[in-house]
């Protein structure tokens, strides 16, 4: 009978409200013994970040990152909380190159568009949705990948696309990508953790993008799904 598998500690860096932590722990929490993962720190760089509450809420060790640049001390304070999977959830600083490449292979970010498109330095939040409605983009989505040392450059865990409405507004499109981010994020985290994917040392992503039954509960909002639906049905239709 083979060992099972230690459960990743997770250490996630946040700046804003944490609702993709949030995410994360109700995921977790919902795959019962299943889940690969437990969030042992949540590490922001703003001490008023929603996410340092949230942890706090959950008895999660909470810290404020002193100076977001000093790799040597986050590194330290990675490993003084024994995290051996970093998760970028609305996370707004780059990470240091010491901290990406202790953490290669091992460190995940979402990003609210489809990368490479609308993606690198300066491109988060509502300009990234800003972007895609000025590009006249009918679809957009959701990103996981795995972090390098350039803004939103690794290698692609994860994507789903959801659709670009003409009436919309910087504000409903972030609202609608946010739903499949929530998703997304966590599933992705739960495959990496799991050793389902991994990144191969060419740079490629290997591995199954499922956590097996819970797959069946990966439900989207309707409006994402029926975006899919109609890609496959595009692609289906070519020559
Ligand atoms: C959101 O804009 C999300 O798209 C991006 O980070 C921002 C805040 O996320 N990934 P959160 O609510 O703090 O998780």
Redesign the pocket.
């Given at each position: 009978m083979s060992q099972p598998r230690p459960r990743a500690r997770v250490g996630v860096l946040?700046?804003?409200?944490?609702?993709?932590?949030?995410?994360l722990l109700d995921h977790l929490d919902a795959l019962g013994t299943g889940r690969a993962a437990d969030v042992a720190l949540v590490a922001a760089n703003r001490p008023d970040?929603?996410?340092l509450q949230r942890a706090a809420h959950r008895g999660i060790p909470a810290v404020t990152l002193g100076d977001p640049a000093d790799g040597g001390a986050m590194l330290a304070t990675l490993a003084a909380h024994g995290v051996d999977l970093v998760v970028?959830?609305?996370?707004?600083k780059l990470v240091p190159v010491e901290v990406t490449r202790r953490f290669h292979g091992r460190l995940l970010?979402?990003?609210?568009a489809l990368l490479p498109a609308f993606g690198g330095a300066g491109m988060?939040?509502?300009r990234?949705h800003r972007a895609v409605l000025a590009s006249g983009a009918r679809i957009s989505g959701?990103t996981v990948h795995f972090v390098d040392d350039q803004y939103d450059r690794g290698p692609i865990v994860a994507q789903w696309p959801v659709p670009v409405f003409a009436t919309d507004f910087p504000e409903t499109l972030?609202a609608r990508?946010?739903r499949v981010?929530?998703l997304l994020?966590p599933r992705a985290v739960q495959a990496v953790a799991a050793g389902h994917v991994t990144l191969a040392p060419d740079g490629s992503v290997v591995g199954a993008f499922s956590d097996g039954p819970a797959d069946a509960a990966f439900t989207l909002p309707d409006d994402s799904s029926r975006a899919g639906d109609d890609i496959a049905r595009a692609l289906h239709a070519l020559p």
């Open positions: 946040a700046s804003g409200s944490g609702s993709n932590l949030q995410a970040a929603g996410a970028l959830a609305g996370y707004l970010n979402v990003h609210p988060y939040g509502q990234v959701a972030a990508v946010l981010e929530h994020l």
